[in-house]
C-alpha cells in the first residue's frame, strides 16, 4: 500500500486569488514544517535526518529533526513548559506514557490507515504501547536484545546443536567446557550503567520461564525485584554468570571488560569463547571486517525458553512514535512513517536499526546478518520492551549496580540486593 502525500488543491478560485495577489506584489509562500524529537544524535541523528529529508522531497514539508543526548530529560521539560515538538520518537513505551499524562498524545486511530499497520507491525509491539483510551501505540523501528551469536566453525567441528530450550544452552555449556573450551564470552563495564548486560539476560531469563504478564507485572513493579519467580529467574541466569569456568576471564574480566569488548575473543582465530549474548547493535563493534560480514564467521539464535508450553519470546528496545501537537503536516509525516520506504536511506547507511515493518527489503541492510533481527520481529509471538529502560532512573541505576555487585560477591547475598533494588522505586 503507498499514500500519496501530494494532494492537489487547485481550484479555478484559488487561481484567481493567485492572480489577484501576483498584481499587488510579490507572493511569499510561508515554510510548512514538522518537528521532531529523538534521542538519536550525532552521526546517526545526521543520517535520521537524510532519510526524513525524502518526506520534503515528496511534500515539500520541511523535517526538523532535534536528537538529543539528553532525551529523556528534555523531552519532560519541553512538554511541561509548552514547548513540546510536533512528533516525537521515545525511545521507551514507559516514556511515553509517562509524558502522555502531561500533555496526551493525538489518536492514532484518526491518523493511520490502521488496518494497515496490524497488517505490517508485531501486533505484540502494538498492544505494548497502547495509550489510555484504546489510543494505540506505533513502534517505528526496534532491535532485538535476545540474540546469540556463536562461532561456526566449532560448532561444526564439535558437533555442537543450537539448543532450542534453556536446559539445551546450559547442557551445551557443559559439553563445551568438558571438551575444553570456555563457552562464554561476557563484559559489562560501562561506567555507571555497569551491569545493564547482566539485566538483558534476566530479562530474557523471565520471559523464558513465565507468561508475558510476569514480565509485565515486573516492568512496572507491581511485581516486586524480591518475589520468588524473579529470584530464580536470578539464579537460572546465575548457572552462566556466576560460573567462572563457563566465562572467558571470570567474574573479573567480566565487571572490568567495556561491553562492547565482549565479542572480541570470538574472533581470534582460536576463539578465547565461542558464544555471546549481545543486542543488534553489538554487531556495530564486532571488529572489522567481521562488523561488516559477520556471517563469514558467526551464526546466530534466539535466547531459547525454559518452559516449553510458552510462545517464543524475545525482548526489544524499540522507538515510538507519538503525536503531540496535531496539525496536518504532522498527520502527514506520521502516515510516512509507516512506510517502509520512510527508514530505507537509513537503513542503508548502516545506522544498525532495524526496521519492523513487514515489507522492509532485506537488501537494504549492509550487515548481512541483521535482516534476520528484522525476521525475528516479524514472526515471534511474544515481543516485550526492554522492561529496564522503563524503570525509572535511580531503579535502573539500582538494577545495573545491583547485578554487578551479585557478580562481584559470586552469587552472595541475592535477597538483599533484590530488596534494594525494589526500596529503589520508591525514591
Not at 534476566?202 to 529470584?231: C, H, Q
Request: hydrophobic share 40%.
Amino acid at each position: 500500500m503507498k499514500f500519496n502525500y501530494l494532494q492537489s488543491t487547485t481550484t479555478k478560485g484559488a487561481l484567481a486569488t493567485l492572480m489577484v495577489a501576483a498584481l499587488a506584489g510579490p507572493v511569499f509562500a510561508q515554510e510548512k514544517t514538522v518537528t521532531i524529537m529523538s534521542s538519536i544524535s550525532g552521526e546517526d541523528g545526521q543520517k535520521l535526518q537524510a532519510a526524513f529529508d525524502q518526506f520534503t522531497e515528496q511534500t515539500g514539508i520541511v523535517v526538523r529533526h532535534e536528537g538529543l543526548g539528553d532525551f529523556e530529560t528534555q523531552i519532560f521539560t519541553r512538554v511541561e513548559s509548552g514547548n513540546a515538538p510536533d512528533l516525537v520518537l521515545y525511545p521507551q513505551s514507559g516514556t511515553m506514557l509517562a509524558v502522555d499524562e502531561i500533555q496526551p498524545h493525538v489518536d492514532l486511530n484518526d491518523v493511520l490507515d490502521m488496518a494497515y499497520v496490524e497488517e505490517k507491525f508485531p501486533a505484540s509491539l502494538l498492544d505494548m504501547t497502547n495509550l489510555p483510551d484504546r489510543r494505540p501505540g506505533f513502534a517505528f523501528w526496534g532491535l532485538v536484545n535476545s540474540s546469540i551469536f556463536y562461532r561456526k566453525d566449532v560448532f561444526a567441528d564439535e558437533g555442537y546443536s543450537i539448543p532450542d530450550t534453556w536446559e539445551g544452552l546450559l547442557a551445551l555449556t557443559d559439553e563445551m567446557k568438558a571438551d575444553g573450551y570456555t563457552p562464554w564470552c561476557v563484559a559489562m563495564e560501562s561506567s555507571a550503567a555497569t551491569g545493564w548486560i547482566g539485566a538483558d539476560w534476566v530479562m530474557d531469563m523471565i520471559l523464558a520461564m513465565y507468561p508475558p504478564e510476569v514480565y509485565e507485572g515486573w516492568t512496572t513493579n507491581e511485581i516486586k525485584f524480591s518475589d520468588p519467580r524473579i529470584k530464580a529467574a536470578f539464579e537460572e541466569v546465575g548457572k552462566i554468570l556466576l560460573d567462572n569456568d563457563a566465562v572467558f576471564g571470570g567474574s573479573d574480566r567480566m565487571l572490568s571488560t567495556p561491553w562492547d569488548q565482549q565479542s572480541t575473543p570470538m574472533f581470534l582465530d582460536e576463539p578465547n569463547c565461542v558464544i555471546s549474548h549481545i543486542p543488534t547493535f553489538g554487531i556495530s563493534v564486532f571488529p572489522e571486517p567481521y562488523n561488516k560480514t559477520p556471517s563469514d564467521v558467526l551464526g546466530q539464535f534466539l535466547f531459547p525458553k525454559a518452559d516449553t508450553e510458552l510462545p517464543d519470546m524475545l525482548v526489544s528496545n524499540s522507538d515510538f512514535v507519538g503525536i503531540l501537537n496535531d496539525t496536518p503536516e504532522a498527520r502527514e509525516f506520521a502516515r510516512f512513517l509507516t512506510q517502509p520506504e520512510a527508514l530505507k536511506p537509513f537503513l542503508e547507511s548502516g545506522a544498525g536499526f532495524l526496521a519492523i515493518n513487514a515489507d522492509t527489503d532485506p537488501a537494504w541492510y549492509p550487515v548481512d546478518m541483521i535482516g534476520k533481527h528484522a525476521e525475528w520481529f516479524a514472526n515471534t509471538p511474544t515481543v516485550r520492551d526492554n522492561a529496564v529502560d522503563q524503570f525509572p532512573p535511580q531503579a535502573q541505576l539500582a538494577t545495573w549496580g545491583g547485578i554487578a555487585r551479585w557478580i562481584e560477591q559470586g552469587g552472595e547475598g541475592l535477597d538483599e540486593i533484590l530488596a534494594e533494588i525494589d526500596a529503589s522505586f520508591a525514591n
